[in-house]
C-alpha cells in the first residue's frame, strides 16, 4: 500500500508556486450571487435597499425594511468555456445547484425619538463559486521540456540525485523542503527522463532536453472547484424620515481547489521521450474579515442617494500541493511513487484585497417602479501577499503593482410593478484589472427577473449572464509561456422565496 506522504515547505518555495498574483487576484473578484431580486436588478441596489442581498451594495439597506423577513434563494450555475489554442477551438461546459443565499432581518420601529427603525440582519450570501473547467487542444513549438529546463538551468545536479537507501518520494519531498520548488521541479524533470545534466558531475548546473520536435500536440485541462462564501451581521437605523445609517461585519470562507493535467505527443521518431503527462493539484482553504459602512438619504420622494466604503478583505490562507508525472522514459521504475497523496504543505499566509468605494442613485416612481445606478471604485494595484517582510512576496507585490490597475464599474437595474407582478432588468460592466487587456478584458452583462408578491411572501425569479475574454496560462509560473485563450460565459437561474413576519 502505498504511504500519503507531506512535508512542510520553506517560505521561500512555498512562494515560487503557489501565492501569486493569480490567488490574489481569485480571492478579490466578487460575482453578483443572492437573492433573485437582486440579480434581476445586476446589484444595483446601492440607493435603496430592503433586499438582503443589497447589504453587500449598501449596509444602511436594512433599515429600509418595513417588516421582518427571512429569504432563502437556489441557483443553477452554468460556466460555457470556449477556448482557442493551437489553431483549434474546444468548447467545455459545467453545471452545478448552490444554495446561494439564506438570511433574515428582524426590524424594530419606535413612535418616539429620532430613530425611527432599528434593524438587525444575519446573511449568507455565495460571493464567488469557483467551479469550472476548461480544455486546450492544439499544436505548439512550447513543450514541457522548457519547463523543465527553465526550472533546472543553474541548479546543482548532486542535491537532486536521489541518495543511498532513499525512496523517491521521500527524496522528492525533502528536496522541495530543504531546497525549493525550483530545485523540486529540476529533480522531477530528471527522473522522468525529459532533461539530462551536460557533465555527470556533482557540480554540474547545465542541463539538456531529451526531447526532439518541430512542434508537439498538447492536450490541457484545468477543472476548479471550491466557493467563496460570505457571512454579513448586519446593523442599520433610520434616523428621521430620510436617513438611513448602516455597518456589517463580514465573515469569509475559502475552499479552493485546482486540478490540472497536460499530455503531450507528437515528438519526433528518434525521440527518446515520446509520451509526457504530467498533473498537478493545489488545495486551499481558509479564511478572511471585512467590514463595510454605508447611508442612504431620501431627497425627496423620488430621488435616494447611497455611498458605500468596503473594507478591504484580510484572508488567511492555507495552501497544499501536489503533483504526478509519467513519461515512456523515465530514469527509474520507482518514478509512480510520486504522485498526488505526496502531499508539500506550505506555511499560512494573508491576503489583503483592496477596499471599494460605491456611490449610488435611485429614481422611485411611487408604486410603480423606480431606476437605479451604482458606481465602484477598487483599486487593484494595492492587492498585497504577507508578509511583506519576505523578499519572495516583496518581489510580487511590486509586480501586482505594475501590472493591475484601478477599476471602474457600473450596475443599471430597473424594475416595473404591474399589480402583484415585478418586471426586473439590469446591465452590468466592470474594467478589467489589468492593464493589458490581453490577460482579462473588460466583464459585461445583463439579467433579466420577474417576482410575485403573495402578501404575506414572495417568490422571485432571476437570470443574469457574462461573458469575458481572458488568457489562461498552463502554468502559474509563467516558465513555459503556453497559454490558451478563453472566452468565458458564466450564467444563472435563481429562485427566492421570501416570507414576512
Not at 493551437?86 to 413612535?111: A, H, M, P, R, Y
Request: with cysteine.
Amino acid at each position: 500500500m502505498k504511504r500519503t506522504l507531506f512535508f512542510i515547505l520553506g517560505l521561500a518555495c512555498s512562494f515560487v508556486t503557489a501565492q501569486n498574483i493569480n490567488d490574489a487576484l481569485r480571492y478579490s473578484l466578487e460575482d453578483i450571487n443572492g437573492t433573485a431580486r437582486y440579480q434581476g436588478m445586476s446589484g444595483a441596489f446601492g440607493a435603496l435597499g430592503g433586499d438582503l442581498s443589497a447589504l453587500h451594495a449598501n449596509p444602511a439597506g436594512s433599515a429600509v425594511f418595513n417588516y421582518s423577513q427571512f429569504s432563502v434563494s437556489g441557483a443553477n450555475y452554468n460556466t460555457n468555456n470556449d477556448t482557442f489554442f493551437g489553431s483549434s477551438l474546444t468548447t467545455t461546459s459545467v453545471n452545478n445547484l448552490e444554495l446561494n443565499q439564506l438570511g433574515g432581518v428582524l426590524v424594530f420601529k419606535s413612535k418616539s425619538g429620532p430613530w425611527k427603525k432599528i434593524a438587525l440582519a444575519v446573511n449568507y450570501d455565495l460571493a464567488r463559486s469557483f467551479d469550472n473547467e476548461f480544455r486546450a487542444i492544439g499544436n505548439t513549438n512550447q513543450g514541457l521540456d522548457n519547463y523543465f529546463l527553465n526550472y533546472a538551468n543553474g541548479v546543482p545536479f548532486g542535491p537532486i540525485q536521489i541518495q543511498d537507501g532513499e525512496f523517491i518520494e521521500d527524496a522528492y519531498l525533502d528536496i522541495g523542503s530543504s531546497l525549493g520548488f525550483v530545485d523540486q521541479q529540476a529533480f522531477l524533470g530528471y527522473q522522468a527522463g525529459i532533461i539530462s545534466p551536460t557533465e555527470d558531475t556533482n557540480d554540474n548546473t547545465t542541463y539538456i532536453s531529451n526531447a526532439s520536435y518541430n512542434a508537439v500536440n498538447q492536450d490541457y485541462i484545468q477543472q476548479t472547484n471550491g466557493y467563496n462564501s460570505k457571512m454579513t451581521l448586519n446593523f442599520s437605523g433610520q434616523y428621521e424620515e430620510n436617513l438611513f445609517f448602516g455597518a456589517s461585519l463580514n465573515f469569509h470562507t475559502i475552499l479552493y481547489e485546482k486540478f490540472t493535467s497536460i499530455n503531450e505527443t507528437g515528438y519526433l521518431e528518434d525521440s527518446s521521450i515520446q509520451n509526457t503527462t504530467f498533473d498537478n493539484f493545489l488545495h486551499t482553504e481558509g479564511n478572511g474579515f471585512s467590514f463595510a459602512l454605508g447611508s442612504i438619504a431620501k431627497l425627496n420622494h423620488n430621488i435616494r442617494l447611497g455611498a458605500t466604503y468596503q473594507s478591504p478583505t484580510w484572508y488567511r490562507l492555507e495552501d497544499d500541493f501536489s503533483q504526478r508525472i509519467n513519461t515512456n522514459a523515465p530514469i527509474t521504475n520507482e518514478l509512480g511513487f510520486i504522485d498526488l497523496n505526496i502531499v508539500n504543505l506550505f506555511p499560512r499566509y494573508t491576503i489583503k484585497t483592496p477596499g471599494k468605494l460605491t456611490g449610488s442613485a435611485a429614481i422611485v416612481f411611487g408604486p410603480q417602479g423606480l431606476l437605479s445606478f451604482d458606481y465602484g471604485y477598487q483599486d487593484f494595484s494595492q492587492l498585497e501577499l504577507r508578509p511583506t517582510s519576505d523578499p519572495a512576496f516583496a518581489d510580487e507585490n511590486d509586480f501586482i503593482s505594475s501590472t493591475l490597475k484601478a477599476v471602474n464599474s457600473y450596475r443599471i437595474g430597473g424594475e416595473y410593478r404591474i399589480d402583484n407582478v415585478s418586471l426586473r432588468g439590469g446591465y452590468r460592466y466592470e474594467e478589467s484589472p489589468y492593464e493589458n487587456l490581453a490577460i482579462m478584458g473588460d466583464l459585461e452583462g445583463f439579467s433579466a427577473g420577474f417576482g410575485y408578491d403573495f402578501g404575506p411572501s414572495r417568490l422571485d425569479l432571476a437570470y443574469s449572464r457574462t461573458e469575458q475574454d481572458v488568457n489562461e496560462l498552463f502554468f502559474d509560473s509563467e516558465i513555459i509561456g503556453n497559454a490558451a485563450d478563453v472566452l468565458r460565459t458564466n450564467s444563472n437561474v435563481s429562485l427566492t422565496y421570501t416570507v414576512k413576519f
